[in-house]
């Protein structure tokens, strides 16, 4: 019997976006996750994946066949350096500016930036500060 193997982050198994412009969606997403270390998997199939983020045109087997609507979705970033390069290579490929890379008064050390992606959706990539995780994902295998 073949094992099927998940690995998941901390909390969210998965998140879909359904847009209207498929290849401007992966053309900011492809530049925006790569600075954060997050590859995109193209699927040729009216989806592209990342990590737990799907993001799917209206017609894709796997959207139900309208628009999702606005979102704010926060992106991990490694450190400082990192949220810069986000948004930076964001505002060059699509997104505009929803929030320049900055201290936060969320908690102390809350550093973020924000982008509207090509719908408009809220995506944030943010460093909490100097912090250490338990684990840093999951495996699931059944």
């Keep these: ?21 498929l290849k401007a969606s992966e053309t900011f997403y492809t530049a925006v996750l790569s600075v954060l270390d997050i590859p995109v998997v193209s699927t040729g199939n009216g989806y592209f994946m990342a990590d737990e983020l799907v993001v799917s045109s209206p017609d894709s087997v796997t959207a139900s066949g309208s628009l999702t609507g606005r979102h704010h979705i926060a992106l991990q970033a490694k450190d400082r350096e990192s949220v810069d390069a986000f948004h930076r290579t964001g505002l060059e490929n699509g997104g505009r500016d929803n929030g320049a890379p900055g201290l936060r008064a969320y908690h102390p050390g809350y550093y973020a930036a924000f982008l509207l992606d090509p719908d408009g959706n809220n995506i944030e990539a943010v460093y909490q500060g100097e912090a250490q995780r338990n684990v840093p994902s999951v495996t699931i295998d059944f």
């Excluded at 982050?9 to 879909?16: A, F, V």
């Design 1 to 21: 019997m073949e094992t099927t193997r998940l690995h998941r982050g901390r909390l969210i198994d998965h998140i879909q976006l359904v847009v209207r412009d």
